[in-house]
């Protein structure tokens, strides 16, 4: 099943997991169960957001988050994949649902595109992830580099 959702704290269990699996080390960064969670009930605040969680039975096993922007380029407005993770456990075609559900809220609103970010920092699934994304028909359109910066 999956729900909208407005309380991100239910999501304490698999934010720890992503925790434990991303790749912070590696970026000089600390990721931190309490900040995600801030994160999310911040990025709720917002106008057309939305948090989809996926359940198993009884409990998350799964979220993605989306935001909207209007893009300054062509002023179209856009929905914007934010955190998208399911436990290693559950993956599979439920997890591919919520991107599914996602893609038809933002066209539901209004939106003209949907973008999916593949990160290097949240699991070792970016090149998963790519794939993922391009069997839905998305082409690769940003590179991010990040630098810590000495103080």
Same mark, same amino acid.
């Given at each position: 099943m999956i729900f909208a959702c407005h309380n991100p704290e239910i999501l304490r269990d698999v934010i720890d997991e992503w925790v434990i699996t991303c790749n912070d080390g590696i970026f000089d960064l600390k990721a931190n169960t309490d900040n995600v969670i801030d994160h999310l009930y911040m990025m709720l605040k917002t106008p057309e957001t939305l948090l989809l969680v996926l359940m198993d039975e009884q409990r998350p096993i799964g979220f993605i988050g989306v935001t909207t922007f209007i893009s300054p $380029?062509? /002023?179209n407005k856009m929905a /914007?994949?934010?955190l998208w993770y399911v436990k290693e456990k559950s993956r599979g075609k439920e997890s #591919?649902?919520?991107v599914i559900d996602a893609m038809k809220w933002a066209k539901s609103i209004g939106c003209t595109h949907f #973008?999916? /970010?593949a990160s290097m920092l949240a699991s070792n699934l970016h090149d998963q992830v790519c794939k993922i994304y391009k069997e839905f028909g998305m082409t690769k359109f940003e590179t991010t580099? $990040?630098?810590t910066l000495e103080v």
């Open positions: $380029i062509s /002023n /914007n994949e934010h #591919l649902q919520l #973008l999916g /970010n580099f $990040i630098k």
